[in-house]
């Protein structure tokens, strides 16, 4: 079984979203490590997490920390190989870490400059994870991601359901989506909401 465009799960928390995930064959699962978010893992419910899952990698999800800072938390997070950022230059500092990387960013704060942005980009590994507010992506954002996907490898996290994930990925020619994990309702037992619908969706008949 396998996926027909790259999946990366956003802010997981909880042994059931990674297991279901790992076994849906996602491609990342994200996990908090900024204390302030709500989504924050601690290093001990990460290794509880990640001890029962395999075949997918791990992203360090990170907003406002140095770079410094973003280092020296990683010695307590074994095994992760990916770090997400929403602040590019800082980010950039990364590279030649050993990690791969990801750029999050509010599409309001790129529009008109997307050229600047995918010649800033175009020759690294960097993949741009794209978020916006709209449940509803506009002909604008459309344009503005197209003008992207082009030089750019895109992660979508926004204005996808189950109806329209399909077209959204080969229409808008992007790399891939993200969804976001969940809570739990106790443990052992979650809700999927659309997580499921959309990742079935995603699956290729063998």
């Not at 999946?7 to 994200?30: E, Q």
């Not at 419910?45 to 020296?72: P, Q």
């Not at 870490?97 to 790129?110: C, D």
Request: proline share 2%; hydrophobic share 35%.
């Amino acid at each position: 079984m396998a996926l027909q465009t790259f999946v990366k799960i956003n802010h997981v928390t909880n042994l059931t979203d990674a297991r279901y995930c790992s076994g849906m064959m996602v491609n990342l699962l994200g996990f908090s490590l900024d204390p302030k978010s709500p989504n924050y893992v601690s290093p001990e419910e990460y290794k509880e997490i990640t001890g029962w899952v395999s075949g997918v990698d791990f992203v360090a999800e990170f907003s406002w920390d140095s770079s410094l800072d973003i280092l020296e938390s990683l010695k307590n997070y074994p095994e992760i190989t990916w770090i997400e950022y929403d602040r590019l230059e800082d980010l950039k500092k990364l590279q030649n870490q050993g990690y791969s990387l990801i750029y999050k960013v509010n599409l309001n704060e790129i529009k008109h400059l997307e050229e600047q942005l995918s010649e800033h980009l175009s020759d690294s590994e960097i993949l741009i994870h794209i978020q916006t507010e709209n449940e509803k992506l506009s002909e604008s954002d459309k344009q503005s991601i197209l003008s992207l996907t082009g030089k750019c490898k895109i992660l979508l996290g926004s204005g996808i359901n189950v109806d329209n994930v399909l077209t959204t990925v080969n229409d808008l020619n992007i790399y891939g989506i993200t969804l976001n994990g969940g809570k739990e309702i106790k443990a052992g037992l979650r809700d999927f909401d659309q997580m499921a619908d959309i990742l079935e969706k995603l699956e290729i008949e063998d």
